[in-house]
């Protein structure tokens, strides 16, 4: 008999019944029912029950010892009694009769419990992240991700993608968020950099003769954490294909994502491809966000121009001066008591906002503020745009136009969830195309990229030659599940000459694209192919599928908010003499000096 198992602790069935068997595994919590003490015993596989009688020489052994200590445990497969069968457990129409007891290692009284659902704070489950990972949704979390990434390799081979490694340590570029960097030891002053996605890599990678390339691509970022964002790291399926145009894109990548969706849905719709493309532009305007979650039904409308020059002054005050009106409607709303708009226009207040106007539609016309002062062909036409009809109402945001689109985007939200409209049980799919090439920098006043550096503009170099820099689309696109950006991707820029001009609007004169990024820049000084990919996020798409809103339960060991690993103490001062080898000096921030108080 092996030394630790025969069997895996969700192996054993009625069919075993009258075998030895031999288990392994922690005990995952003990029953004493005076002259018999259960002990379930669990592994990876599951959990099985075992049975110990007072009389046994083992017993004492058993009872002492604590719940997740490690054991081996030795019996005969005995069949449950009818009335002690558990039809939840797959292992439950057995138990082991225990004939032999080993402690392989003793656990130490737990700082947390793993069985049960009781909750803990994120600093103890961190700290002790081995043995949250031991309890059961935290554990199959991991291994649905596992599964899903194993899809997900099989599903980009079979649409005849390559699977190729990229460098970790390269050259720092000015790509958005902060690098981390990695000081050279015989370079003295000079720094690695962990990168922030392949980018360079996998368009070397299709200038190099490859058609399609994909990698789980491990990503660095030196950013604060989100619920949707981790930091330090994350991975992502990084993809990237040869002579194609968007719809190429999106066409190889759709079965992939739409595929993983079923299989793992559990019983959740999936939008079937042709995923929907919405650009930019409407996304604002309809939805107030850049990744809109179409299990909202509402639909924002513009409603300025209804309003320029009528009789609620104070709307018609602020579109003089540049102000623009969102209307978000409110089906079914006229039934909601006066306390539902006393409750929102409070909420609106708390979020920075003057207020929340409304007009509500009902017993043949309409009440509230705005609709008492509004000409009445006027609000006719708002009603009409809108779609709202008897018994529903219009909710109103007045303001400039990133103000009021942000705005009328949470406002969507919060009607959405009060009046219980959000489908469920779905994942709705969208493309977000045709993204702005620049953006203004509010603080400064400079042209900007706001997107992706390396994408080709919309019209190419005549589009950059002779258009605003902030009237230039580029082929970007984000594809949105359910509200959460899984992916940004682009038809990239394979041509020099528009990569010196689109880095020159953006401030970066020749001398810094040269530098920053040469390799890429003589790379298609010798033939590039058009080309175009994206990169999902891995830990994204998990949390989704697990239907868990925090990218934490889905990492096997993520950091905190801080980006602090509490299991490994990491980061950590280093030793003096690693410092001298790597001619780093450190010069820690000074502290602030304390104020003194006054005297009372």
């Known amino acids: 008999m092996h030394p630790y198992r025969t069997h895996t602790c ?15 595994g922690w005990i995952n919590r003990k029953r004493d029912h005076g002259n018999l003490l259960f002990v379930d015993l669990r592994d990876h596989y599951g959990l099985t029950q075992c049975v110990i009688d007072v009389s046994s020489p083992l017993f004492a052994k058993v009872e002492k010892v604590r719940p997740e200590s490690v054991v081996t445990v030795t019996g005969r497969v005995v069949k449950r009694s009818e009335d002690t069968i558990n039809p939840n457990l797959p292992t439950g129409q057995v138990e082991l009769a225990v004939d032999d007891f080993q402690v392989e290692s003793a656990a130490e009284q737990l700082p947390m419990q793993v069985y049960g659902d009781t909750e803990y704070p994120d600093d103890i489950r961190l700290r002790y992240r081995f043995l949250d990972l031991r309890r059961e949704r935290l554990h199959n979390n991991i291994i649905l991700r596992n599964r899903i990434i194993s899809s997900i390799r099989r599903r980009m081979i079979d649409q005849g993608f390559m699977e190729f490694q990229t460098p970790i340590l390269t050259a720092s570029s000015p790509e958005g968020a902060r690098d981390f960097l990695v000081p050279s030891r015989i370079h003295p002053g000079k720094f690695y950099a962990l990168p922030q996605a392949p980018q360079q890599f996998k368009q070397l990678i299709m200038v190099s003769g490859f058609d399609r390339y994909f990698q789980i691509a491990p990503c660095f970022r030196d950013e604060d954490a989100r619920a949707d964002r981790t930091p330090g790291e994350f991975y992502q399926l990084d993809f990237e294909m040869a002579y194609v145009t968007q719809e190429d894109v999106f066409a190889a990548i759709e079965p992939v994502l739409g595929g993983i969706f079923e299989e793992f849905a559990n019983g959740r719709t999936v939008t079937p491809p042709p995923f929907p493309h919405i650009t930019y532009a409407d996304a604002l305007l309809k939805y107030g966000v850049d990744k809109p979650d179409l299990r909202n039904p509402l639909v924002i409308a513009d409603v300025t121009q209804e309003f320029k020059g009528g009789g609620f002054g104070l709307f018609s005050r602020n579109i003089e001066t540049g102000s623009i ?28 906002h003057g207020g929340l106007g409304y007009a509500v539609f009902a017993d043949g016309g309409a009440k509230g503020a705005i609709a008492n002062n509004l000409e009445a062909d006027r609000l006719a036409a708002v009603r009409q745009k809108v779609g709202v009809g008897e018994g529903d109402a219009v909710f109103f945001v007045c303001a400039e136009r990133k103000v009021a689109e942000k705005f009328a985007g949470q406002v969507r939200e919060r009607i959405c969830d009060e009046l219980g409209l959000r489908e469920k049980d ?18 400064t006043g400079q042209i ?14 005549e589009a950059l030659n002779t258009k605003d820099p902030l009237d230039i689309l580029a082929f970007q696109y984000d594809i949105v ?19 010196y001009k689109a880095f020159e609007i953006a401030g970066y004169g020749p001398e810094v694209v040269e530098t920053k990024f040469g390799g890429m820049l003589r790379a298609f000084q010798y033939g590039a192919p058009p080309h175009g990919g994206s990169a999902p996020g891995i830990d994204r798409i998990v949390m989704l599928l697990a239907d868990e809103a925090n990218l934490r339960e889905v990492i096997m060991f993520p950091m905190n908010q801080q980006a602090q690993d509490l299991l490994m103490g990491a980061p950590s001062e280093v030793r003096p003499e690693q410092l001298r080898e790597l001619h ?5 921030p000074k502290a602030k000096a304390k104020t003194p108080k006054a005297a009372s």
Request: charged share 25%; glycine share 10%; with cysteine.
């Open 10 to 24: 969700g192996e054993l069935r009625l069919d075993h019944a009258g075998q030895p068997a031999r288990l392994s």
């Open 325 to 352: 009106v969102r209307a978000i409607p409110g089906p079914g709303a006229a039934a909601k008591p006066r306390s539902f708009f006393d409750k929102l226009n409070e909420w609106a207040r708390e979020e920075g």
């Open 426 to 443: 779905t994942f709705k799919f969208c493309w977000v195309v045709d993204f702005p090439m620049y953006e203004r920098n509010e603080e």
């Open 448 to 461: 900007e990229f706001s997107h992706n550096p390396f994408s080709m503009p919309q019209g190419g170099l």
């Open 481 to 499: 599940c359910n509200g959460i950006e899984l992916s940004s991707g682009a038809i990239r820029n394979h041509r020099p000459e528009i990569m």
């Open 584 to 588: 780093i000096k450190i010069e820690l």
